[in-house]
């Protein structure tokens, strides 16, 4: 299984960009799919995801601003990142939750990305 992140860059505030996720290899029982994203210093944390139903989570800091959706013909996940400020500046991760197991031995395990660098300047 491999993720593979692009769209990362450097783009000023208000700008917009789009990062893209696309996974290879054999996954199934997916529960999510969605983006995390570590500054330096700081401690990995959740940005967007998206469940199975197409249901989805933002952390309060971008809500109205990204967007994460998934086109599953092409196993790929997107996060459409607008109006972006300096402090969305940040190592994202791609992230990929599937369940492995089965019954009372089921449980859950998280494929990561490399991680794409975006920065935004003031």
């Known amino acids: 299984v491999r993720l593979v992140e692009s769209g990362g860059g450097l783009v000023q505030a208000g700008g917009s960009l789009r990062l893209s996720c696309a996974t290879s290899?054999?996954?199934?029982?997916?529960?999510?799919q969605g983006w995390y994203r570590q500054a330096p210093g700081e401690r990995r944390s959740l940005v967007a995801l998206i469940g199975i139903g197409g249901r989805t989570k933002y952390a309060d800091s971008v809500q109205g601003r990204f967007t994460v959706s998934r086109d599953n013909a092409k196993n790929t996940v997107y996060l459409q990142m607008n109006n972006l400020k300096p402090e969305d500046t940040a190592v994202y991760y791609c992230?990929?939750?599937?369940?492995?197991?089965?019954?009372?031995?089921?449980?859950?395990?998280?494929?990561w990305g490399q991680g794409t660098q975006v920065t935004v300047s003031s």
């Open positions: 290899g054999n996954i199934s029982s997916i529960n999510a």
């Open positions: 992230n990929v939750r599937v369940q492995l197991g089965a019954g009372d031995g089921a449980y859950e395990y998280q494929y």
